[in-house]
């Protein structure tokens, strides 16, 4: 009574697509077999923890969070259907709370990759474009700072004489970057040939286009995809991928997780905290490699 009550009201006033009445429905005769498997249990005088139960069987299915949370929303949503309909007395399923869904990892470059990118492909240094596009992508790898970031850095922003960049961040919080040795190098070179290129600037963009206005984001994620489709067969080949490598290069290079949160510019550790999980999971892949009784 409460399911055909429920999907009839899904369809009729919430005027839901037939797939997600069927998706709704699935759910909920999903949840509904599952309780008549109980003795003297049925949909009206279930409890939270028959809710529970029953999300705990879909987990060990091997069902993912994702699908479990999904699953329990169409009971959460069924249920507080019939409770305002007066169709049952209390809810118990508003105070279930469905499996965390785990974050996935962040995608980086190995080194090999890197090393590649800047040293293995062919990049014509008399060709403005070409010394754009490495100088951009140096940048990103060397500092890890985020799109907007690097879209936002001005000729002032870059002092070569304490090799430091300065970004503008999220709510336009500012920071100090330290340059290496070869990006300060870089960005000297491409300075000079952007200069000698650029007939009339109408900006103080350290990256600009051919006209003289400030590059787009758009101009950084395509150059940054194509140009990391040479080297990664990853199927996420953003600039963020950059910003993920530097940080687990960082910390893969014994960096303090507190030195890397400040050059990210995260202002919890605890976000700059998923970059350990990606050196734990390195680590693991090659202790299984190489420890003689990883497999036993």
């Known amino acids: 009574m409460i399911i055909d009550e ?3 009201y899904m369809e009729t ?4 697509s037939p797939l997600t009445v069927k998706t709704y429905r699935d759910a909920i005769n999903n949840f509904s077999e599952f309780v008549s498997t109980l003795d003297g249990q049925s949909l009206e005088t279930a409890d939270a923890d028959v809710v529970r139960d029953w999300i705990s069987g879909l987990m060990e299915q091997g069902r993912k969070a994702t699908y479990v949370c999904k699953q329990l929303s169409a009971v959460k949503s069924m249920y507080r259907y019939a409770l305002k309909a007066k169709l049952i007395d209390k809810d118990p399923a508003h105070l279930v709370t469905g ?3 785990q974050k996935p990892l962040p995608v980086f470059l190995k080194e090999s990759e890197a090393e590649r990118l800047f040293d293995g492909i062919q990049w014509d240094m008399d060709d403005f474009n070409d010394v754009r596009a490495r100088t951009l992508l140096l940048l990103l790898y060397s500092t890890g700072i985020r799109r907007a970031e690097a879209v936002g850095i001005n000729d002032p922003d870059v002092n070569f004489i304490n090799n430091e960049i300065k970004v503008t961040g999220k709510r336009r919080k500012q920071r100090l970057i330290p340059m290496t040795e070869e990006l300060a190098k870089t960005l000297h070179y491409y300075i000079g040939m952007r200069d000698g290129h650029i007939a009339r600037r109408n900006s103080e963009a350290l990256f600009v286009s051919d006209k003289g206005e400030r590059v787009t984001d758009g101009w950084v994620y395509l150059t940054v995809r194509d140009k990391l ?3 990664t067969s990853m199927k996420k080949r953003s600039p963020h991928v950059l910003r993920h490598s530097f940080a ?6 014994d960096a303090q997780l507190g030195s890397v949160q400040k050059l990210l510019g995260h202002e919890s550790i605890a976000t700059t905290e998923v970059y350990t999980h990606v050196t734990f999971e390195d680590l693991k892949r090659i202790y299984k490699k190489a420890h003689p009784r990883a497999d036993v």
């Open 13 to 16: 006033e919430r005027v839901a």
């Open 229 to 231: 489709s040479l080297v």
């Open 6 to 8: 429920f999907l009839r």
């Open 99 to 101: 499996p965390k869904k």
């Open 248 to 253: 687990t290069s960082m910390l893969n290079h």
